[in-house]
């Protein structure tokens, strides 16, 4: 064996990182630093994409086109946009296209490209999606290096594509059965965080099995006066590490997760605020995140205002909710309850966002939170879809959900609905969507059957000396000789049913549909007999055989006749059936005809 030798070391430069300055990596133009909204900075990386010489030149106009988004732009934003233009270098390897430049750019290639998304990019407004990508960013290549693009390919940018844009399917809202189960169980998690989490100076009390050893007590109040120290313990600290390894010995829970619970609202803590908020004040879900912990303005006769920012409203993004204020059944409650539980955190941490909590990763602001806390919230509470099946929980369903039962409330007014935006948009993405559709279906058919009930609506004499002149600016019949079961007749040979100087030949509860019938206060034993005929037939047909041969007469005489009448009269002609007239009792044959 060879003896070793020392090592040796390159001196180490104390100049600066040449690749770094203030931040920003600025050494190779293909790989550039963004500060997006939460703080931090994200990397994006083109030097890894084919085309280098192509890339060299289109990276500027990428991040010009990024910082376009805004000063702090969502770092989700930011990163689908790079995604959807590095289709287009997809494309470039899959057909062996060498770009060396813009200049290469043609008419030919984009349509092409176009061409290529539709046989590999699913719906068409993805593929829309996709090519504006590229699109977007040579636009700013005619502004920012004029000449380098050919007139064509210039009149080319000012549109996407060919063809039909399509268009996106709108989310859909919950059943109001899922409504009340996602509010039932957010309030049961809201009131377990509320009754564990101390406020103040104040320290949980141990979990369960740790005051059965003095030296595991004294290791756990070691863990819990760090977080009253620091916010939070790391599982590498001392501390934790001797609770642990005596927690183990003596089957006791040593989770991480276990000691800050007393302090700080978790994940599943959060999924609930946020489902019941936005299924109580319909803000949009990225909206709601994002509140600060000050949102609470203007407090008034029972109300407040919840102050939000709205990215996506350019020129007016910071925007007001006026809510409900008082206990924590009411929105604004709830938010002074999130911020009296979440103090601890931001006091540590600095920050100014309500919603702070703690994960594996420690204390931080909540961004986009999903995923593990939703399903746990979700497995927790064993909640459901319509199916029976577990409940696959969106949270940018909620708003429509929201928006769903307040079209309901407002009976489908759109001047009182569209809250917060125009009629036209509370019509497309609010009002049409699956979840409504059996209401406006309802609609329309009360609609037909108002509609046919006022074309033959059925003349109605209340009294035999009336002279009444009925809707139709017509006279009752001067004679008796036509007189039917149901009504009187106007013209028993003159029937809308039949030719004229023949006789009717429908049955007799065609009466109530004919415009030559007049019904009279004589006629109600009959009717009342009828209706109960009518009902003891539902026992002997079945649904579909009882409503195709009775179900217009039993709409006309229990809907549109009886209530024409006074109770009193109505009482007599029971009285009248009660009495066993034989004439009145009579049914005629064609009712009895399967």
Request: glycine share 6%.
């Amino acid at each position: 064996m060879s003896r070793g030798r020392r090592a040796t070391f390159p001196p180490q430069s104390n100049a600066p990182d040449e690749s770094i300055v203030a931040g920003t990596i600025v050494a190779d133009p293909r790989r550039f630093a963004v500060r997006v909204e939460t703080g931090d900075e994200q990397i994006v990386d083109l030097s890894s994409w084919s085309n280098q010489l192509f890339v060299a030149e289109i990276a500027p106009l990428v991040r010009e086109r990024i910082r376009q988004m805004g000063p702090t732009p969502i770092g989700r934003s930011m990163q689908r946009k790079v995604i959807n233009l590095r289709r287009f270098w997809s494309f470039l390897d899959d057909q062996k296209i060498v770009l060396r430049g813009l200049s290469n750019i043609t008419v030919e290639l984009i349509n092409d490209y176009e061409a290529w998304l539709e046989q590999n990019a699913g719906s068409r407004l993805s593929q829309r999606h996709l090519l504006a990508a590229l699109i977007s960013v040579l636009r700013i290549a005619v502004e920012d290096c004029p000449g380098v693009l050919t007139t064509d390919v210039v009149s080319r940018l000012r549109y996407l594509g060919h063809g039909d844009s399509g268009g996106s399917r709108p989310r859909d809202a919950y059943s109001s059965g899922i409504a009340d189960a996602l509010r039932t169980a957010a309030r049961a998690q809201i009131t377990d965080a509320r009754q564990r989490i101390v406020l103040g100076d104040d320290v949980p009390p141990p979990p369960p099995g740790v005051d059965i050893c003095a030296r595991l007590r004294a290791h756990h109040d070691a863990v819990v006066t760090e977080i009253v120290r620091s916010g939070q313990i790391e599982t590498r600290h001392p501390a934790f590490r001797r609770f642990v390894n005596l927690a183990v010995y003596r089957k006791v829970d040593s989770r991480i997760e276990e000691p800050h619970r007393g302090f700080h609202l978790t994940a599943v803590d959060l999924a609930a605020f946020l489902a019941l908020l936005s299924l109580e004040t319909g803000m949009e879900m990225e909206c709601l995140i994002r509140l600060k912990a000050d949102c609470l303005r203007n407090p008034t006769k029972g109300y407040v205002e919840i102050e939000y920012y709205k990215r996506r409203a350019r020129g007016s993004e910071w925007k007001s909710l006026r809510v409900r204020d008082g206990s924590s059944a009411t929105p604004g409650g709830l938010v002074r309850m999130a911020i009296a539980l979440t103090e601890r955190a931001r006091r540590h941490t600095g920050a100014d966002r309500l919603w702070m909590l703690w994960t594996i990763d420690g204390l931080r602001p909540a961004n986009e939170e999903g995923g593990q806390g939703i399903a746990a919230f979700v497995e927790r509470y064993h909640l459901v879809d319509d199916d029976g099946a577990p409940l696959r929980l969106s949270l940018s369903r909620l708003r429509k959900t929201h928006k769903a039962e307040w079209y309901r409330r407002t009976n489908g007014q759109l001047e009182q609905f569209a809250v917060g935006h125009s009629i036209g948009v509370a019509a497309r993405h609010y009002a049409d969507i699956p979840a409504l559709r059996h209401v406006h279906e309802q609609t329309l058919a009360a609609a037909f059957h108002d509609a046919l009930d006022a074309a033959l609506k059925p003349r109605i004499a209340r009294s035999e000396r009336e002279d009444l002149v009925v809707e139709r600016q017509d006279p009752l019949p001067e004679t008796n000789e036509w007189d039917v079961w149901l009504a009187r007749c106007g013209g028993f040979y003159e029937s809308p049913f039949a030719e004229a100087g023949r006789p009717c030949p429908t049955p007799f509860w065609g009466c109530l549909e004919c415009k030559n019938a007049v019904i009279t206060e004589r006629k109600l034993p009959a009717l009342i007999a009828f209706q109960s005929f009518m009902a003891d037939q539902r026992a002997v047909l079945d649904a579909g055989e009882w409503s195709l041969k009775f179900g217009r007469p039993w709409h006309r005489i229990t809907k549109q006749i009886l209530p024409a009448f006074a109770p009193q009269i109505l009482e007599a002609a029971r009285i009248r059936i009660a009495a066993e007239e034989p004439t009145l009792l009579y049914l005629p044959v064609e009712a009895m005809a399967q």
